[in-house]
T-cell receptor
């Protein structure tokens, strides 16, 4: 079965703290893609990153970084020096090769609140 | 930039009404999707389309139908709205099934 688990339902931090959002996935396929999306209070999901299953290099984009570990089936997302504008719901998602036309399998999301 | 637009941000309808939600994308994407989002349940796929006039059921198609007459437009139809269809509806599109999906701003539908 294909599944994405985001165990943290809500996280609250104070501005400038670092925060890591966990994502654990299950799939039998060897070819798959993982994604992170941000949903701010306005409601629109914003694409953040796509990573394929053959590329385990960590990625950094400004204050955002992603740690992909196939050995633990995890694709964690870290925000360094968090800011109030980072407050949002973050979704991790999976699509696997051979899945029906690229249906994304979403986790339930983690709500991040960054307080000033 | 990819642009996905939805016809309404907020909509209030009565039980039994026929409801149309429209979605338009401007990037010539093959695949389009309709999701609903509910607290505690995350995003659930209702229907998707990988080509004009083609459609496939997602995880929760009951009570919904879709129409894709043109490549850029994907409509979600609630044949007879019910209160349990009160939800946030999100449309998305992608060039290829293994690429990222781009989402519209969402329609918050309330059925009374």
């Amino acid at each position: 079965a294909q599944k994405v688990t985001q165990a943290q339902t809500e996280i609250s931090v104070v501005e400038k703290e670092d925060v890591t959002l966990d994502c654990v996935y299950e799939t039998r396929d060897t070819t798959y893609y993982l994604f992170w999306y941000k949903q701010p209070p306005s409601g629109e999901l914003v694409f953040l990153i796509r990573r394929n299953s053959f590329d385990e290099q960590n990625e950094i984009s400004g204050r955002y970084s992603w740690n992909f570990q196939k050995s633990t089936s995890s694709f964690n997302f870290t925000i360094t020096a968090s800011q109030v504008v980072d407050s949002a719901v973050y979704f991790c998602a999976l699509v696997f090769y051979g899945g029906s036309q690229g249906n994304l399998i979403f986790g339930k999301g983690t709500k991040l609140s960054v307080k000033p | 930039d990819v642009k996905v637009t939805q016809s309404s941000r907020y909509l209030v309808k009565r039980t039994g009404e026929k409801v149309f939600l429209e979605c338009v994308q401007d990037m010539d994407h093959e695949n389009m999707f309709w999701y609903r989002q509910d607290p505690g349940l995350g995003l659930r796929l209702i229907y998707f389309s990988y080509d004009v006039k083609m459609k496939e059921k997602g995880d929760i198609p009951e009570g919904y139908s879709v129409s894709r007459e043109k490549k850029e437009r994907f409509s979600l139809i609630l044949e007879s709205a019910s209160t349990n269809q009160t939800s946030m509806y999100l449309c998305a599109s992608t060039l290829d099934g293994l690429y990222e999906q781009y989402f519209g701003p969402g329609t918050r539908l309330t059925v009374t």
